[in-house]
Structures are given as C-alpha cells and as structure tokens.
C-alpha cells in the first residue's frame, strides 16, 4: 500500500556529514507528521528529528540539536542533514510518516556508521 524509503546511508569519520532522503510510494495518504528514527545494536529505538507536514515546525531530540536539520522539498521528499557526527550517531536510521497521531508507515532503515 504505502512504501517507505531510505537512502544516503554509508560509512564517515566523527566530524563528517551525510545526508538522509526518504520518498514515498504507492498509494497517496495524508502526513500529519513525518520525523527520522534510529537504532543501534543492542538499544531501544529512539527519535531523531521531526517536521510537521502542514506548517513545516521541527522537533529534534537532545542528543542531535545543532547538528542535524530535517526538511521537505516540493515533490514531498523528506530529507536529514546530518554534520558534525559522531560515534554515538552509528544506527540504523527510518523514516516514518503519520497520517493522523501515530507514526503508522516505517521505511526498512538505512545503515550510518561513523568511524572514530
């Protein structure tokens, strides 16, 4: 029905950049809310960033704040700038979208590892 997927992945050394896209297809559902997820081995999945689809106000968790920025463009691409990374910053990152109040949609995750 709806399809969910990351890209922009990869391996970088602590203090470089990447940055994260997620489309969507299949069928057209309406966004609340779409944010960024991630996991790392062995952790619970916790919240990276968040945008409201409608207004374009951004939440991002602590641990991120300063360095990574979530955004959209026009065709309703979502996208995660990531700088200055970090060891701790090594995950498994999804994209998720919110029609209504939960986040319903789950990308399969792509992997970021930052070296030391």
């Known amino acids: 029905q709806v399809q969910l997927a990351e890209s922009g992945g990869g391996l970088v050394q602590a203090g470089g950049s990447l940055r994260l896209s997620c489309a969507a297809s299949?069928?057209?559902?309406?966004?609340?809310?779409m944010a960024w997820f991630r996991q790392a081995p062995g952790r619970e999945r916790e919240f990276v960033a968040q945008i409201n689809w409608n207004d374009g106000e951004t939440k991002y968790a602590i641990s991120v704040m300063g360095r990574f920025t979530i955004s959209r463009d026009n065709a309703e691409n979502m996208y995660l700038q990531m700088n200055s990374l970090k060891p701790d910053d090594t995950a498994v990152y999804y994209c998720?979208?919110?029609?209504?109040?939960?986040?319903?949609?789950w990308g399969q995750g792509t992997q970021v590892t930052v070296s030391s």
């Open positions: 299949g069928r057209t559902f309406n966004k609340k809310f």
């Open positions: 998720a979208a919110a029609p209504i109040d939960l986040y319903t949609y």
